[in-house]
Nanobody, 114 residues
Framework: QVQLVESGGGLVQAGGSLRLSCAASRSIFSIHGTGWYRQAPGKQREFVATIFSDGRITYASSVKGRFTVSRENAKNTVFLQMNSLRPEDTAVYYC????????WGQGTQVTVSS
C-alpha cells in the first residue's frame, strides 16, 4: 500500500515562504496525478494545486502567482513552494495522489502570522 508523508510546515510571518514536501513510499508520481489541498479551521478542504500525469499544472486562483507545485520523480517527491504567504493561507496542507483511487497524506500544519 502506497503511503504519502508530508513535511515542511511551520510558523512563518506574513510575506514569508515555506516549502512543503510530500514523499511517496514508492514511485507513483510519474504515472499518476498528484497535488495539494488545504483545510483551515472550521472550513472545508479546498483545492490548492495539481500536477497531472502528463505534467500539466493547475492552481487555485487564490494561490496562483504565489505558490509553485513541482515533482521530482527520482525521489518520489512532490513539492509546494509557497511565497508571499498571507494569514489566510493558514491551514493543514494535504498532498494526494490518484492511483486512480485518491489517497491522502496525514497533513502538515502551516501557520502564517500577521
Amino acid at each position: 500500500q502506497v503511503q504519502l508523508v508530508e513535511s515542511g510546515g511551520g510558523l512563518v510571518q506574513a510575506g514569508g515562504s515555506l516549502r512543503l514536501s510530500c514523499a511517496a513510499s514508492r514511485s507513483i508520481f510519474s504515472i499518476h496525478g498528484t497535488g495539494w489541498y488545504r483545510q483551515a479551521p472550521g472550513k472545508q478542504r479546498e483545492f490548492v494545486a495539481t500536477i497531472f500525469s502528463d505534467g500539466r499544472i493547475t492552481y487555485a486562483s487564490s494561490v496562483k502567482g504565489r505558490f509553485t507545485v513541482s515533482r521530482e520523480n527520482a525521489k518520489n517527491t512532490v513539492f509546494l513552494q509557497m511565497n508571499s504567504l498571507r494569514p489566510e493561507d493558514t491551514a493543514v496542507y494535504y498532498c494526494y495522489a490518484n492511483l486512480p483511487t485518491r489517497i491522502w497524506g496525514q497533513g502538515t500544519q502551516v501557520t502564517v502570522s500577521s
